[in-house]
């Protein structure tokens, strides 16, 4: 009995979720309460104040009318969990393992440009967050830092990269080698943004942040990019612009246009922005590795579907066939559960670190990070779930 009893203790540490709580709330005793914005609703006012108008309008608003970031919001909404009682929960584990990585949870930070807009030091002190935290960073090909500077931020910490494919195949080529070069360990391409969207909030401010040369560091560091615009991009930065412009989107690229990528890398391919069964099908015909279903959070096409009301029937079509991602919506941990419910095996998230650092830097996307694990954890074990093998769409109900 003796030797049960201590075995039981052991086996009850506290979780991360459950130190994290307890954490503020000791804190909240001592009178030092959180001054940071713990609601997703809250992130966004204390955003829309500190931030300039453009930049907030740039990160936290959507294609036309908005109305796909409202269904994705409605998708989240029309499933509820149904908790599970007397479940042992002491030794839960809301790790995953994606392309032989073993992580901590099933949070990656999906790949959001021009973060300079937000903070200075843009996307490094993301990385630092993350490296932290040991949340994979999904740096975008808009970056304000070139990528070797974000990597070395990085260090050991699992890196993925970000391509948005553009006309230029040689650029392609040359930064998927930089990539590689610079320790990146997956590569995401997104397919979503063959032009722009015509986006209301950011067409009423006449804000288009890469005319300003954010976001460029990418390009004005590639050698491809450089002789095509005779050298230093400095020297003529409008010209270069310009060409940055013409070569940015893709609009005539094909399924059969994949095989630019799959012949210049051997790191695991993702396709980001898969909304229908049928291409889900084609990227495995296509020998891809993963796809993220996502509709750019919606920020590309007004009134596209929730990327939740699709998730179940892509997860049911390519099995364990392809990785399957999400993103679009996530705010909660109660959103993690039901994306990894319905055939997620990991989920992005985006839109709360970037305001998170426009309002506090390395500290404030730490802080939001942390909240997100926590209430995933809790979530989880309060569901009666030990791990993510034990969550199913049968612990869910729609609404």
Same mark, same amino acid.
Request: contains cysteine; glycine residues 10%.
């Given at each position: 009995? &003796? ?18 709580? @307890? ?43 908005? *109305? ?28 995953? &393992?994606?392309?032989?990585?073993? %992580?901590?949870?099933?949070?990656? %930070?999906?790949? $959001?440009?021009?973060? #300079? ?8 002190? $993301?990385?630092?967050?993350?490296? !932290? ?9 808009? !970056?304000?830092?070139? @990528? ?14 970000? %391509? ?7 650029? *392609? ?50 050698? $491809? ?19 940055? &412009?013409?070569?940015? *989107? ?8 994949? !095989?630019?990528?799959?012949? /210049? ?16 099908? +084609? ?8 796809? $993220? ?13 929730g990327s939740l009301t699709v998730l179940p029937e892509i997860a049911n079509?390519?099995?364990?066939? %392809?990785?399957?991602?999400?993103? #679009? ?8 559960? +039901? ?5 997620? +095996?990991?989920? /992005? ?12 830097g390395e500290a404030g996307v730490r802080e939001v990070v942390s909240n ?7 979530? @989880?074990?309060?569901?009666? /779930? ?5 969550? !199913? ?5 729609? +609404?």
């Open positions: 009995m &003796t030797n049960t009893t201590i075995n039981h203790t052991q086996a009850e540490r506290p979780s991360f979720g459950v130190e994290r709580q @307890m954490n503020i709330y000791l804190n909240g005793l001592f009178n030092r309460k959180n001054k940071f914005p713990v609601s997703y609703e809250a992130l966004l006012q204390e955003a829309s104040e500190k931030m300039t108008p453009e930049a907030f309008a740039y990160i936290a608003g959507g294609a036309g009318g908005e *109305t796909t970031m409202r269904n994705n919001q409605e998708a989240l909404d029309a499933w509820q969990i149904v908790p599970r009682m007397l479940v042992d929960i002491s030794d839960a584990d809301m790790g995953v &393992t994606l392309f032989g990585q073993r %992580l901590p949870s099933p949070l990656l %930070l999906g790949p $959001v440009g021009v973060l #300079s807009i937000a903070h200075p030091d843009a996307e490094l002190p $993301v990385a630092r967050a993350a490296r !932290s935290l040991k949340v994979p960073q999904i740096v975008s090909t808009v !970056s304000s830092m070139p @990528m070797e500077d974000i990597a070395r931020e990085n260090g050991d910490n699992p890196h993925w990269f970000q %391509l948005y494919w553009g006309r230029d195949h040689d650029f *392609t080529r040359s930064i998927i080698n930089r990539a590689e070069q610079a320790g990146y360990s997956a590569l995401v391409v997104t397919l979503d943004t063959p032009v722009l969207a015509w986006r209301e909030r950011d067409i009423k401010l006449g804000y288009l942040p890469f005319l300003h040369g954010d976001g460029l560091a990418n390009y004005f560091s590639d050698p $491809v990019f450089r002789k095509a615009v005779g050298g230093d991009p400095g020297q003529n930065k409008f010209r270069a612009i310009r060409h940055f &412009t013409r070569v940015f *989107t893709g609009p005539g690229l094909t399924w059969n246009d994949l !095989s630019v990528i799959r012949n /210049c890398t051997s790191l695991p391919v993702i396709l980001k922005g898969i909304q229908h069964v049928d291409d889900a099908r +084609k990227a495995l015909d296509f020998g891809v590795d993963g796809i $993220v279903v996502s509709n750019h959070g919606g920020r590309q096409v007004d009134g596209a579907v079509a390519v099995g364990d066939e %392809l990785t399957v991602l999400f993103d #679009s919506g996530i705010r909660r941990g109660a959103d993690v559960f +039901k994306a990894m419910a319905l055939g997620a +095996k990991a989920v /992005c998230i985006a839109r709360p670190y970037a305001l998170a650092l426009g309002i506090g997100l694990m926590a209430d995933v954890e809790l979530t @989880m074990g309060l569901a009666g /779930c030990r791990s993510w093998q034990d969550v !199913s769409i049968n612990n869910l109900r729609r +609404k």
